[in-house]
């Protein structure tokens, strides 16, 4: 116990080796993001909490919009008093980030000076300003909905011709790609525009609660500024409401365990005006609502439920049974809102003067204001946004697919974007000149070496930090979005001495204890297999998943904290869960028995 | 039921009558009215008390005795101890006295020779802590019948001039005009488990949290520490259990129902070792194997548990420590005793954080960096 923690560090980047083979798909990433031998002074994190699969090359596109976005909001715009932005670096597929902190007194008291402008400013005029950013957000998602289906026809239509337009179709490939790039990038300055401001003001609440009540547990916090009608509960309310209708349509029979979507939706068109009804409101539903991903939203192929369906109809079944069992299935928020209020004013009165109920009255006000924004921003941003940008680069892979240029439209996110433009850039040489394309020589062989890299990489444990453990990890950026503190170094530090036992340690996300079969779920197509009573352990869930959880008994991630969408959704459910284990998908086995302590987070495995 | 001013019912008594039934009997009678469960019982007034003593007075001075020692001379302090509680024990009582605690006896126990009872001191010092170190502490359980009674009655006033009693009142100067004692008599249960809880963590002095020990049988084992109680830690708003500890509990408390007899089970002090004397009395067997390592509560009894702390709480408006037994008949709770929390009362914390003038710096311990 006595040891020092210097003595074990973490290895050193250029102590990382590319693996053997996988070289030249590791220079498909940026020459700005490899590491260097000047990288070995800083310490690094491997970032499993937004990264947790190895990264192709076209997805790297996230990690490079949105630190730079996340870096000029800390660094430039609300000027962050001790820290500038994060960096990032990537080796075998994998993204390690390390925090530019500002450590000079001098500095940080000139930095507080214009935080105090800026930041505060947001804060008091928060409502108006996160009501303006929602009228940006959905600009912007209009923009890009009103980008053009790409086409290059033989000859332009004679109407352009007629209509002097003087620009031809393949330029419009270049533009709509830069238009689709430059999206993306501007919705990453959206998604950062409250975010570190939102997470201060809950973390000061927080902080103020953890210094009152040492022993509260994070889930209760956030259960004191959780909204009730949040976005992030919609896409399942959704769910619940098109179970209702089916009921009260008459045509829940249609729905059962087992038949695909497709099928389902040719039988209620065949179904005459109540099958028709029900899908006039399944579009209502799916504008927006189903516009969001089973992962979160960092990968080109965590797909959304409008591009399948399985995922909400997986669950009408199960919600048409409690439908017809009487259960309203509505979330009642009047009393939702009446539980939390009671809950503050709970804590409130065990506070042990006027003086300290009078402060937490204010960071709780404060708390309350920044929350919607906090709990809100996935939906527009990773999953609505995100969904809108691949589904765009994949209708460029399909337009690149059918030249030759790939075998599978899904290809085209083996290419960094740069390459990528190239690569549009040669078609439209090539349709402008008549002569074949270069691509289909080029790509295809391109392609195949970055997929076995990527599959290389997968199996391949990469250490959870590098370079020289920090005497105090003092960014609120750090802490505040990936959790990690001193704390948490030294305990993964010491994850070679535990991994003998038999208990996971996590998040305490919500509370009550379980026993259950493990159902190790490590994507979405496998959720068919979990049956009533299972314990789902998944590295990560979002609200897409919020249907199973009616059927599951307790859930346990790899990754998350207690805001964590899981955390939330277990809460809702009422169900024992931890999250942020780091290790449940690799150490659990699947239908092993194993007990999940939701108060405490802790999983042990029984058998 | 009727009462006297010798005898109150404790249900007709509050913490505003602590100076005549003591400390523990205003306890009870509080929570009693507060509508929380406790065993039934009366309190044996000071004024019971001094109406003996005035009668002993009349007879040979006992205060001014006790006045004329000097607190370092503990050969005369031991003489004098011994006379006067020889007195206390032994001399008549007054008739009024004794009418008034049979009387009250024979209606707690319904007639019933075999009615067990607990026999308590209930010191009417505002400090707890000069009680116990003035040895005013006593407890005799599972005392049967009225002359068992009178007598652990007797015991109790006379702790007062036991030789530790006298000269921690001589050391700090307290008159013997204002020493006076109330005894509380209160039906005993048998319990299967029982305990202490505090409405706040002992360890950080947590106030969201209830901590919870307990283990089979009669509080006594918990309460003098001969047994390693299983302990949990529930919220006490949330409900959640963040600590399950269950314990090898090898021992515990019961009725010496067969064979023991009358033992005084002082806090603190051992309860066995009384084997043959007559009926009565408390003694500490062995605990089934099969139970050693099971926990002693339910789930449900612990957020039942946690419920009546918050009520407790609540009605005295700070942190308690309580005394708590669940009745092995049936299955109900019950508070034996509830005493403010003295330790972390105490303390002078420094608040988590004042109201600022702009609410919004107290962002800045996020942003602003260590200080």
């Known amino acids: 116990m006595s040891s020092k923690p210097e003595a074990k560090g973490f290895p050193l980047p250029s102590s990382l080796t590319v693996l053997p083979g996988t070289e030249r798909a590791q220079a498909a990433y940026p020459y700005f993001i490899q590491f260097t031998r000047a990288d070995d002074d ?15 090359a076209f997805d790297m596109v996230t990690a490079e919009a949105a630190y730079c976005a996340l870096g000029s909001s800390n660094t430039r715009v609300h000027c962050l008093p001790t820290t500038l932005g994060i960096d990032h670096r ?9 925090g530019n902190a500002v450590t000079d007194p001098a500095e940080i008291a000139r930095r507080t000076a214009e935080f105090q402008q800026r930041a505060f400013y947001y804060y008091e005029h928060w409502e108006r300003l996160y009501a303006q950013w929602r009228e940006k957000m959905l600009q912007l998602i209009r923009d890009a909905q009103a980008l053009p289906r790409l086409e290059l026809p033989e000859f332009e239509p004679l109407e352009h011709v007629r209509a002097g337009r003087g620009i031809a179709s393949n330029h419009w490939l270049l533009d709509t790609y830069q238009k689709t790039l430059e999206g993306y990038f501007r919705m990453w300055h959206h998604h950062f525009e409250f975010l570190l401001l939102g997470y201060g003001a809950y973390m000061t609440f927080f902080a103020f ?22 976005e992030i509960f919609r896409p399942d309310e959704e769910v619940r409401r098109l179970a209702r209708r089916a009921v009260e349509l008459g045509v829940e029979g249609q729905f059962r365990d087992g038949i695909p979507a497709a099928a389902i939706i040719a039988s209620l068109e065949r179904a005459g005006p109540p099958g028709r009804e029900w899908l006039r409101e399944l579009e209502a539903s799916r504008d927006p609502w189903f516009n969001v991903n089973v992962g979160d939203g960092f990968y080109h192929y965590h797909r959304s439920w409008n591009d399948d369906l399985s995922m909400p109809f997986a669950a009408i079944p199960g919600y048409v049974g409690r439908v017809k069992a009487g259960e309203s299935l509505q979330r009642d928020h009047a009393k939702l809102k009446t539980e939390r209020e ?34 809100g921003h996935k939906f527009y941003c990773e999953h609505w946004y995100t969904n809108l940008f691949f589904n765009k680069i994949r209708e460029f892979g399909a337009l690149l697919a059918g030249h030759g240029f790939f075998l599978a439209a899904e290809d085209v996110f083996q290419l960094n974007h740069y390459e990528l433009e190239s690569a549009i850039i040669d078609l439209m040489t090539s349709w402008s000149n008549g002569s074949p394309p270069r691509g289909p020589q080029h790509w295809p062989r391109i392609v195949a070496e970055r997929r076995a890299a990527l599959a290389a990489w997968a199996k391949h444990d990469t250490p959870p930090a590098l370079g020289p453990v920090p005497d105090v990890i003092d960014d609120p950026a750090i802490v505040m979005l990936w959790g990690i503190t001193r704390e948490s170094l030294d305990a993964w530090l010491a994850v070679g001495r535990e991994a003998s036992s038999n208990e996971l340690k996590g998040f305490a996300a919500s509370s009550g204890v379980v026993e259950g079969p493990a159902r190790v779920v490590k994507s979405v197509e496998e959720i068919s297999r979990i049956e009533k009573g299972d314990i789902l352990v998944c590295q ?19 990754i998350g904290g207690s805001m964590s969408h899981m955390a ?5 459910f009422g169900l024992p869960a931890v999250v942020g284990t780091g290790s449940a998908t690799t150490r659990i086995k699947d239908g092993q028995r194993i007990r999940v302590d939701g108060g405490r987070g802790i999983v042990t495995i029984l058998q | 039921m009727g009462s006297s001013t010798h005898v109150s019912w404790f249900e007709e008594i509050g913490l505003h009558d602590r100076p005549h039934v003591g400390g523990k009997g205003g306890s009870l009678g509080e929570l009693q009215r507060a509508g929380i469960a406790v065993p039934p019982g009366f309190v044996v007034r000071t004024q019971a008390f001094e109406r003996f003593l005035a009668e002993l007075e009349r007879g040979s001075p006992m205060r001014a005795r006790v006045q004329a020692l000097h607190p370092e001379d503990l050969e005369a302090l031991t003489a004098c101890s011994k006379t006067l509680r020889a007195r206390v024990e032994e001399a008549p009582l007054p008739a009024d006295v004794l009418a008034a605690i049979l009387s009250a006896h024979a209606t707690l126990c319904r007639d019933e020779a075999r009615t067990p009872v607990a026999v308590r001191s209930s010191a009417t010092t505002e400090d707890a802590v000069d009680a116990s170190f003035a040895g005013l502490q006593d407890t005799y359980l599972w005392v049967l019948g009225a002359d068992q009674t009178l007598e652990r009655v007797r015991s109790c006033w006379a702790s007062l001039y036991s030789v530790e009693s006298i000269s921690y009142r001589l050391s700090h100067r307290m008159p013997e005009e204002g020493v006076a004692m109330a005894v509380v008599v209160q039906r005993m249960v048998d319990s299967r488990t029982a305990g202490v809880m505090f409405t706040r963590s002992p360890t950080t002095g947590d106030r969201s949290v209830v901590t919870i020990e307990g283990s089979w049988g009669l509080g006594s084992a918990v309460v003098g520490g001969e047994v390693t109680p299983d302990r949990w830690v529930v919220g006490k708003i949330t ?21 023991g007899g009358g033992t005084a089970a002082a806090a603190g002090g051992p309860a066995s070792g009384a084997a043959s004397a007559p009926a009565g009395g408390i003694e500490a067997v062995p605990v089934p194997q099969e139970l050693r390592r099971a926990a002693c509560l339910s789930d449900e009894e612990i957020q039942a548990l946690r419920a009546v702390a918050r009520s407790v709480e609540r009605h005295y408006g700070r942190p308690q420590d309580i005394e708590w037994a669940i009745d092995r008949r049936t299955g109900g709770i019950l508070l034996l005793q509830s005493r403010p929390e003295t330790v972390w009362s105490a303390m002078k914390s420094r608040p988590a954080a004042r109201p600022a003038d702009n609410p919004l710096s107290h962002v800045m311990s996020i942003f602003g960096g260590r200080r």
């Open chain 1, 209 to 230: 609660c953890k210094q009152a009540f040492p022993e509260i547990g994070e889930q209760t916090v956030a259960r004191m500024v959780a909204g009730i009608e949040a």
């Open chain 1, 90 to 98: 990537i080796i075998n597929g994998r993204v390690y980030i390390g």
């Open chain 1, 342 to 375: 009671q809950l503050i004013a709970d804590y409130r009165e065990l506070l042990a003067t006027e003086e300290e109920r009078a402060a937490y009255d204010q960071m709780i006000q404060l708390a309350h204001r920044v929350f919607p924004y906090v709990e």
């Open chain 2, 239 to 259: 409900g959640d259990i963040s600590v399950r500890e269950i314990s090898e509990k090898a021992i515990q408390h019961v009725p010496a129902a067969l064979r």
């Open chain 1, 42 to 56: 800083r310490f690094w994190f491997y970032n499993s909490m937004h990264f947790p699969e190895p990264m192709s």
């Open chain 1, 540 to 558: 990560i869930t979002n609200p897409t998943w919020a249907p199973l959880f009616q059927k599951i008994s307790a859930a346990v991630s790899d």
């Open chain 1, 568 to 572: 939330i959704v277990a809460r809702e």
